[in-house]
């Protein structure tokens, strides 16, 4: 079945500073991939996804993220922190069938020190 | 863009007591709706997913007559937590699929903070 592993429960960057956040997806198919971004007690925005188009997808407020075939990656980056950028970040995969249920990764929490 | 609408934000209730949460879809058709649980510094895990005028599938380890799911259209889903009990105390978020934005169009509500006292 579909899933996807976020290496780092917590990252941490200074403003201005690259911001990368990894995920890794195990799947037998070709996998439709997500981020998304979550606010302190709020419901989650997307960021991007990946659905077999352009393997570098560039979503909302800089980022954009690069699927990689051979290692099994969809790493979301930003070039440079801002502070309103800390937040929980989930890495998402859709597990198909008739329902196409999008299964989360465990979640980063990114902290932007000034 | 789409809006999913979900009620109330947050809920504190007595133990043994039912709570309902509401999720519209309000510019958009939701032909299938899912609703999760986030515990405090988790993941999102998903409980069940209901599509439209059937009954809801529940994942393994839910308790389906403990968290009842009607989608009686295609724009409201509700969650009903029966019976509450202090460990039901979690975030709930529920997601709707846009029919319009083709298999993968996911809009989230804002969340339901249940407290169980």
């Known amino acids: 079945a579909q899933s996807v592993t976020q290496l780092g429960s917590h990252v941490s960057v200074s403003e201005g500073a690259l911001v990368l956040l990894r995920c890794n997806y195990s799947?037998?198919?070709?996998?439709?991939l997500f981020w998304y971004v979550q606010y302190p007690n709020q419901g989650l925005q997307l960021l991007l996804k990946?659905?077999?188009?352009?393997?570098l997808v560039k979503g909302i407020n800089g980022f954009e993220a690069e699927f990689k075939k051979s290692e099994t990656s969809f790493h979301l980056t930003k070039p440079s922190a801002h502070m309103s950028d800390a937040a929980e970040y989930f890495c998402a995969v859709i597990r198909g069938g008739a329902t196409n249920k999008l299964i989360f990764g465990t979640g980063t929490l990114l902290a932007v020190q000034p | 863009g789409a809006v999913v609408s979900q009620h109330p934000s947050w809920v504190i209730c007595k133990s043994g007591t039912s709570v309902k949460i509401e999720c519209r879809s309000l510019?958009?058709?939701?032909?299938?709706m899912f609703w999760y649980r986030q515990f405090p510094k988790q993941s999102l895990m998903l409980m069940a997913t209901s599509n439209e005028g059937s009954k809801a599938t529940y994942e393994q380890g839910v308790e389906k007559d403990k968290f009842l799911i009607n989608h009686a259209s295609l724009t409201l889903s509700t969650l009903t937590v029966t019976s509450a009990h202090p460990e039901d105390s979690s975030f709930y978020i529920c997601?709707?699929?846009?029919?319009?934005?083709?298999?993968?169009?996911?809009?989230f509500g804002s969340g339901t903070r249940l407290t169980v006292v």
């Open positions: 799947s037998s198919v070709p996998p439709y």
């Open positions: 990946y659905t077999s188009a352009a393997t």
């Open positions: 510019d958009f058709q939701a032909t299938t």
């Open positions: 997601s709707a699929r846009d029919k319009s934005a083709g298999n993968y169009g996911y809009t």
